[in-house]
């Protein structure tokens, strides 16, 4: 319903298959179960990524393990990480529309296992506190800052959580408020889709909890805006999101 990476275009030059193809990453398969994730610029840090990975996945949220680089891959754009078998849960709203309450309690129950985790210092970003309306919450927790549909792979031992190139340290009512975001401005094409849309945010809103989420509406909003890689489309209905909270307010 909403996210950076889509499904695999165009084949792109790489050392396998392209499985997928995002906005700012491509992710190929090494074909020995593994899969390689490759940024097209360096304005990313792999490494940071893959640490922030490891981390995570000691403290109980499943995440693809990650592996060592080898000398064929440049750590400066690559990670290499187990492949996971298994569809998106978009792609399984797709295929089982009639799973869209349950998905979203599952994401809000995957957004609360993560807020839930302290951050160390060294994935702290300096400086960078959301700001809040009346929310207390710990500022010091694990954020994902783009959980939705299409970044949890669902598998046979459970939904994984991939795509931790934006994790920081910071609210976790923050990192709720931005997958409501993101999944509420996602462009959708007909009235089905529309449908399915208002239902997910709706029920994500409530199992994340309302004052949780609403605190940091004005704040996802205006940090979504900063995003360079939005569409245009989506750039228009977040500013509208954004009008909307303020006249509310």
Known sequence: ???????AGAPRD???PLLASGRAADVFDL????????????????????????????RGVD?????????DHDPATDIVMEKIDGITMLADLEQRP???????????????EIGGIVAPDWMMSPGWTPRSDGDAAHVDRVVHLDLHPLNVIMSRRGPIVIDW??????????????SYVIMATYEVDNPRDRLAQQVMVSTFRRAAGRRR?????????????????????????????????????
């Open 31 to 58: 074909g020995d179960g593994t899969v390689l994730r490759r940024y097209r610029d360096r304005r990313h840090d792999p490494g940071h990524e893959a640490r922030v990975m490891t981390y995570i996945g000691e």
């Open 14 to 16: 790489g050392p396998g």
């Open 213 to 249: 989420v609403d605190a940091f509406l004005g704040a996802a909003c205006d940090h979504r805006l900063a995003d360079a890689f939005l569409t245009p489309g989506e750039r228009v209905n977040v500013a509208a999101l954004r009008a909307r909270i303020t006249r509310s307010g």
């Open 63 to 71: 995440v693809p393990r990650v592996l060592e680089l080898s000398g």
């Open 98 to 112: 009639w799973m869209v309450v349950g998905h979203a309690r599952r994401l809000a129950r995957l957004q609360q």
């Open 165 to 178: 190139t934006n994790a920081t340290g910071g609210p976790p009512g923050f990192d709720a408020a931005m």
């Open 1 to 7: 319903m909403a996210g950076r990476d889509e499904p």
